[in-house]
């Protein structure tokens, strides 16, 4: 249980260093690719806060790897709790107010990492 959990965790974080890569050094190039329903003139507007928020979410993807990373169980079911409960609340906010897909993109993954951790 203890290595699908970690899996979990880990596809998370990857996840968000993605995010990180695409807010802060793609958003003007790909991030129109991905954004699609985002008005093209917009991107070089919005450059430095999607990269404000890129780091956000490098800085997400840093504290669930290292929720892995840690010896004490104890401690690192309680840092991966705080980590994942961040990203599932960030896409709680993200499917009501820009677009429900962000829950299913976002949230699924740390709501069932959750679940599993808590049972």
Request: with cysteine.
């Amino acid at each position: 249980m203890a290595l699908a959990i970690n899996i979990i965790i880990g596809i998370v974080a990857l996840l968000h260093f993605y995010f990180l890569w695409l807010e802060m050094f793609v958003w003007t190039t790909r991030g129109k690719k991905v954004f699609k329903n985002f008005p093209e003139d917009l991107f070089e507007k919005t450059k430095v806060l999607a990269a404000n928020q890129g780091l956000y979410n490098g800085f997400l993807g840093a504290g669930l790897v290292w929720s892995i990373l840690i010896d004490n169980m104890l401690w690192a079911k309680n840092v991966s709790v705080f980590f994942l409960g961040c990203v599932l609340v960030a896409a709680v906010y993200g499917a009501f107010t820009v677009d429900k897909k962000i829950f299913f993109v976002q949230g699924l993954l740390p709501l069932i990492a959750l679940v599993m951790i808590l049972l």
